[in-house]
Each structure stands twice: as C-alpha cells, then as structure tokens.
C-alpha cells in the first residue's frame, strides 16, 4: 500500500472486508470473472438472483430462444480441455443446449461453490473510509468487499407494456425473460403474442406449431432474415475442433466478434445482376452473415440501404401469401440492419397458417389487458395465455435496478441519468473499485469473445494494483471524459444511430427513456482492444491509484 496512507487508516482498510471481490451475476460474464479472480487467489462471493447459473440462458427458457451466433465461435476459448470435450449439436445451439453447456463449465471448474444462488444485490455503497463495498442483499443482509465487478448482462432487466389492467388477467401469463421452468403446453389453446422483437419472433414461431390459434400483436415489423441452423455433423464437429484457434482468430479481428467479416465491395461498384445474386447468396447461408458480412455501406449509406431492404421486403412477399397481411410484415420506419436484426427459421411462413392472426397495433392500439384477454379499439380478444415478449431496459437498465453509489454518496442511476459516462465501458469515474464487464459503453456483438477479453483486462488491473498494495483504483474524470466523448464520436454517421431501439437506449415502456443515448460503443471490438492495450503499456495512468 501508498506509503502516505497513515497506518491507522491502512489497519482498518485491511481488515475491513469479508470478500476481496463480489460479483453480481453467474451469466457468461460472472462465471469466466470468477474463474480468473481465483487465478489471482482473491476470494470471491458471485451473487445470482436466478436458482443457477446462465444468466440470459437460465431465464429466457421461452420455446424457441436460441443463438443467432454459430454455437462454435460463442463457447469460451480459455480452456483446451473444454474445446476439446464439448461438443455443440447445433450450429445455433437452443437455450437447453447453451444453459447445459454453462453448468458444464461452472461443474468443471469447480466454480458453484463460491457462487450465493436465489439472491439479488439491492445495493452497494462505497465506502471511503475502508476502500470497500458495502453490499447488501434482497434479504436486508450485508456483506462488504474490495472489489464490486457487475457481471450483470446488456439484456437482463425485462420490462412489461405500459398498458392498463395487466394484473386483471385471468389466464395464464409472463413475460419471455420470466419464463415458467416447468413445460408449457399450448396444445389448443388461445395464445396472444405482444412483441415482435427477436425473441418474439422466435416465440411466435415455435409456439404456432401447436396453438389452437396464435395472434400476434405487432407495433413495429422487423427486418429478419433466415438463420439456416442445422445440427453438426461428428464431422462437422471435428472439423470445427481443428480450427478452434483460426475461428477465434477471425472473431478477434471482426467488429462484432462474430465470424463474418464486411464484403470490402460498395452496393454501387457492382451491377444490379452481382448485386442480387450476392444478396441471394447471404440470404441462403447461415447466421448473421447477411448483417455483418454484406457490402461495406450497406449500413452507412442511405441509398445502399434502402436497396437491401427493398430486397428482403421483396422476399417478405414473395413467403407472406396473404398481400394485406406481407405489406404490414414490412419494416417502413427504419432500415435493414438498423435494429438488432432477429434471425428466424420460418417465421413468415407461420402468417400463412389457418391458425395465425397479425394485429397491427398502429391500427388498432391496444387498450387494456382485461381479465379475459386483450382489448384493442376495435375488438375484444380473449385468450387463455398472454405472452409478453416486450423486451428490456437494455445496459443501463439492471445498473438502475441497483442503489449504487460511489464518493460521496453520488447515485449511478444519478451520475447516468441522460446518458453514461465510462471509462472503457469498464470504470466510472468517483466508484472506486467498480468495475463493469459489458457495461454501458462496452462493445456489443459476440458476447463471450468480448467477456473473455475485458474480464481479463479486469483482472489484470486489480492484479496491477495489488501487486502495488493499492487498495483504491479510480478512472480519472479526465480519462471517463476522452473515453466517453470517443464513444459519442464514433457513434456520428452510422444509420443506427437514427432509428429508436434498444441499441440506442430508447424504451417507450420505461420513465425517462424515450430520449436516445450513446450507450454502446460502435468502434468495434479491434479498436476497443487497442485502447486498452495502450493503457495498459502506458501503466494505467488514467487509473488512480492509491
Ligand atoms: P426488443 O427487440 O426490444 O423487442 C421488444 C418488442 O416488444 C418490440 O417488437 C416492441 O415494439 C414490442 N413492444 C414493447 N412495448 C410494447 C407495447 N407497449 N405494445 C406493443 N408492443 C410493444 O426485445 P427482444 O426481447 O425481442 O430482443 C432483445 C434482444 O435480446 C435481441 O435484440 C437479442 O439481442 C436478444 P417496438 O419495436 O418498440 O415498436
């Protein structure tokens, strides 16, 4: 420790705390933070509000949820020993297969017994005099550590519709992320579906195969597209484990992490014929190939967007047989690509089914939930099972679930009320020893490759610091500042940053949040591993230290 640290004050920061770090969230990001703090033999208390780990893959058990990225390049690529015995049997692994394959890791490396299940982290507050966090839990207990990483997911604070009378419903009823554990069946039943996001696409599809009927209730169509899955051949799966290193290679190198990589060619460089059968070509392969790997400006220029998406709506009506019903599947407000895009297997082809019905809530908004089912202007409609597939307050929003404060007593949700402010997306500037893995400000895309990185980027700082006997580690304001104005910056010219969605922090259902915000960092993953090379071969000095 700093020697100008007076004794008195070094004793009781020694002393003061039962952990040397807790971590809120046994999800990808909690399970890999821990592993690597025990590495550094820091004692670690994980707290999870679910009964076991998984996080996104333990809650949303809804039918249908799976990967849109190929299961192979989203497995962690820490351990040989783990490549080398799991084998994924679908390209895009469902939510019983990726949750199995997270009880695996957390069986192998012995992780369950340092992880507190069935408990959530109400509040956490800096405490200056100690150098600690005083935690305290949803049973009104406390504990108190140096470290407070959040694990917490970009995706995990889900939000209802702001509509009338939702308790009053007389059937059964949840939100996707909220989804029962035990086997639902729709078998002849009235099933109401509200959300067309990526989840609700994923749910309408499944659960239109044995509902008695199925009517979807939509504000905004999205541009999906076909994501091909299929299961790995032994072959396949051998062939994958000899390119392990190649295929995380490639991820490391593409913005997203995902496998694909932007076609270099311009939408006006080649001729209508090339530019089609490219389109088709995408159209037909797997995964999220045709969003990540499409022409360079297909999701910086106007006109080069507004080509793609007159492709794919002209696919809508060729697969929707109904013209009224296909016209109303297609996205007006906003270009291909510039939401999240939702990748489907079948999904139009459901609105030709006897059993399906698309109500188009800009036409007919609805109501009120009533105790028999739905009212929109111009209709009751009862159901037995309403399903909300309504999304999340996405990044920021399970920070804000939290009372947490830093020096001072300053509130995050405070500190962050227009828009965050980061240090890497890792650090805050006045929360000491709060440290974020994919937190606001992080890159979004292929999620463990980026987990993997910043939480040994994480490790190494508190190992820094250790090593030193520092027991207080702060971004400066100066560097929060750069950092977030970089952010900012960097966000200008992308089409996404036009168009209201969870991407650009904007949630019509949540106070407040209907402002767009900078709350990802849209630099990609190449360049964020840049910077924080460099702070770390400049000795973190935008990190205080003492
Ligand atoms: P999304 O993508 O935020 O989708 C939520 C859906 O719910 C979207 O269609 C919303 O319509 C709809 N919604 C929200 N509130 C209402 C109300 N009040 N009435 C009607 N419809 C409503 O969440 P998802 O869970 O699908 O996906 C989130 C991410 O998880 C996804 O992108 C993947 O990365 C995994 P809107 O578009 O706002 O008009």
């Given amino acids: 420790m700093n020697d100008a640290v007076a004794p008195a004050l070094r004793a009781r920061i020694e002393t003061a705390v039962d952990f040397d770090a807790i971590v809120i969230g046994a999800g990808v990001s909690g399970l890999y933070q821990l592993y690597r703090l025990r590495e550094i033999g820091m004692t670690t208390r994980v707290f999870e509000a679910g009964s076991g780990v998984g996080g996104t893959w333990y809650w949303n058990r809804y039918p249908g949820a799976r990967f849109d990225s190929e299961s192979w390049s989203y497995g962690f690529s820490f351990s040989q020993e783990l490549l080398d015995e799991w084998d994924w049997e679908e390209h895009f692994a469902g939510q019983p297969e990726t949750e199995r394959y997270l009880n695996h890791v957390a069986d192998k490396f012995d992780l369950r017994r340092d992880i507190q299940f069935d408990t959530r982290v109400v509040a956490a507050h800096y405490q200056e005099d100690s150098h600690s966090w005083n935690v305290t ?137 090339e530019r089609e059968a490219f389109w088709d070509k995408l159209y037909g392969e797997p995964g999220f190939g045709i969003w990540m790997g499409n022409f360079r400006d297909v999701l910086t220029d106007l006109e080069a967007n507004r080509l793609m998406s007159e492709f794919l709506a002209r696919k809508i009506r060729e697969r929707v047989e109904d013209p009224v ?51 929109t202007s111009d209709a009751e409609h009862d159901f037995d099972m309403i399903i909300y597939a309504t999304g999340f307050d996405a990044i920021t929003g399970a920070f804000d679930r939290i009372d947490i404060r830093g020096v001072g007593g300053v509130s995050l949700k405070d500190k962050w009320a227009e828009t965050p402010v980061t240090f890497l997306g890792i650090l805050v500037d006045g929360f000491p020893n709060f440290l974020m893995v994919m937190g606001p400000h992080a890159g979004l895309g292929n999620f463990p490759r980026a987990v993997e990185y910043t939480s040994d980027w994480v490790t190494d700082l508190i190992r820094h610091g250790r090593e030193r006997g520092m027991t207080r580690l702060d971004a400066t304001k100066a560097a929060a500042k750069a950092w977030t104005d970089h952010v900012i910056e960097v966000n200008d010219g992308l089409l996404f940053t036009e168009v209201d969605s969870w991407m650009t922090g904007v949630n019509h259902n949540v106070e407040g949040r209907h402002i767009r915000r900078v ?13 924080c090379e460099e702070v770390t071969a400049g000795g973190y000095q935008e990190v205080s230290m003492d």
């Avoid at 291909?336 to 036409?363: A, C, I, K």
């Avoid at 990609?524 to 910077?531: K, L, S």
């Fill in 519 to 531: 709350v990802r960092y849209s630099g990609g993953h190449p360049a964020f591993r840049r910077r």
């Fill in 325 to 375: 019903v296909a016209e109303k599947l297609i996205p007006v407000t906003y270009g291909f690509g510039t939401r999240r895009v939702p990748m489907e297997s079948g999904y139009f082809e459901v609105y030709n089914q006897p059993n399906v019905t698309l109500v188009d809530l800009n036409d007919t908004p609805i109501e009120c939930i009533t105790p028999d089912g739905i009212r």
């Fill in 137 to 273: 839990l949803d049973d009104g207990s406390h504990c108190v550590s140096r470290f407070l990483i959040t694990a917490v997911g970009v995706l995990s604070a889900p939000v209802m519709p702001r509509v009338p009378g939702i308790e009053s419903f007389k059937g059964q009823s949840c939100h996707t992320h909220d989804w029962p554990r035990e086997p639902v069946s729709f078998e002849g039943k009235r099933i109401a579906v509200i959300g067309t996001g990526a989840t609700g696409i994923q749910t309408i599809t499944e659960v239109a195969k044995t509902a008695g009927s199925l009517t979807v209730f939509q504000r905004t169509p999205q541009w999906s597209a076909p994501l091909h899955n299929s299961k790995v051949t032994a072959e396949e799966m051998s062939e994958i484990r000899k390119n392990y290193t190649e295929i995380f290679a490639r991820c490391q190198e593409t913005v997203g992490c995902f496998i694909h990589t932007p076609d270099p060619r311009s939408v006006f460089e080649v001729t209508e014929a």
